[in-house]
């Protein structure tokens, strides 16, 4: 008489619950989070800002080709008087490709303006995106009072410390990336980091400086007082200047900064949410 065969659990024995294998459990995976980054009316005013910046561009630079605001002594040969026409020779006689260009004076406004002898519409184009830029810094501040995120802007003790951190980490990202090597973001625990917040900060306080600098300039007589403010009023046509070239150079490290955050921060001026893995930088605090 043969004895039964062994059964396929004689044979592959499974592991009592008190044995090494059931003790170690995998490690939990960290959650992730979807929280509210930026209010509705604080996402439609930073987009509109584009066209409505591009508009007072273009037809400042016009109003500007009209009357410069910086001259010097005529030149001997052409009888320019415009630094602004200077740099647009420059770049004419160094920029290969562009050695045989009709008017070289020209080349800066012909790109960055309306036109030339436009002075007229200039103005009253100025003055249409001039009042829809009002419109959305109050849409702008309303969503910012709506939300409670007008805290997130305000100025820190540690900001000067942070930023240095902050500047050494999108330094060093560019070559990282190349070297294939990692390089740690800093940790913080506000909406912002450093260097976010002194840019974000500084951008409505330049344009409460260009409202009030351009209205100076609008109406001379009846806001002297305003005028005498920045100086009288060619001082403050000159500030208007200089507050126009600040909002154009900051748009550079203001696109530098959102990519190399990443996808998250460019979607949440979008879609108005973030993702964030718990336990990560800014999960715990994000005021």
């Known amino acids: 008489m043969t004895e039964p065969s062994t059964s396929a659990s004689m044979m592959h024995p499974t592991p009592r619950n008190d044995s090494p294998a ?3 459990a995998p490690a939990q995976k960290p ?3 979807i929280i509210r980054k930026h209010h509705l ?3 439609w005013s ?5 066209p409505i910046l591009l508009g007072l561009i273009l037809s400042g630079m016009s109003i500007y080709w009209a009357s410069p605001v910086y001259q010097h002594n005529p030149d001997p040969s052409t009888g320019n008087v415009d630094y ?6 420059w770049i004419c006689a160094h920029v290969p490709g562009l050695h045989h260009y009709s008017s070289p004076p020209d080349w800066i406004y012909n790109h960055m303006s309306l036109g030339p002898y436009l002075l007229a519409n200039a103005l009253r184009v100025h003055w249409f995106f001039a009042y829809l830029f009002m419109l959305n810094g109050l849409v702008y501040i309303l969503g910012l009072a709506l939300s409670g995120d007008w805290r997130a802007l305000l100025p820190r003790l540690t900001d000067l410390r942070d ?5 050494l ?7 990282a990336v190349l070297l294939r090597r990692t390089w740690l973001h800093p ?7 450093a260097l976010q917040r002194v840019a974000y900060f500084s951008m409505p306080v330049a344009a409460c400086l260009s409202i009030a600098t351009g209205w100076s300039i609008h109406k001379p007589m009846q806001l002297h007082w305003l005028a005498a403010i920045f100086g009288g009023y060619n001082a403050a046509r000159m500030w208007h200047f200089w507050l126009m070239w600040l909002f154009i150079l900051f748009v550079v490290p203001h696109v530098v900064l959102v990519l190399t955050d990443g996808w998250d921060t460019l979607r949440s001026m979008i879609a108005g949410w973030s993702a964030r893995v718990h336990g990560s930088e800014g999960f715990e605090n994000e005021r």
Do not use: C, E
Not at 84 to 89: E, R
Not at 163 to 167: E, G, L
Not at 187 to 193: G, V
């Open 84 to 89: 602004v026409a200077d740099i647009g020779t």
């Open 187 to 193: 940790r913080f625990t506000t909406k912002y980091n």
């Open 163 to 167: 930023a240095a951190k902050m500047q």
């Open 41 to 43: 009316l604080v996402r």
């Open 169 to 175: 980490y999108y330094i060093g990202k560019p070559f």
């Open 22 to 24: 059931a003790a170690s």
């Open 31 to 33: 959650s992730t989070a």
């Open 46 to 50: 930073h987009w509109l800002n584009v």
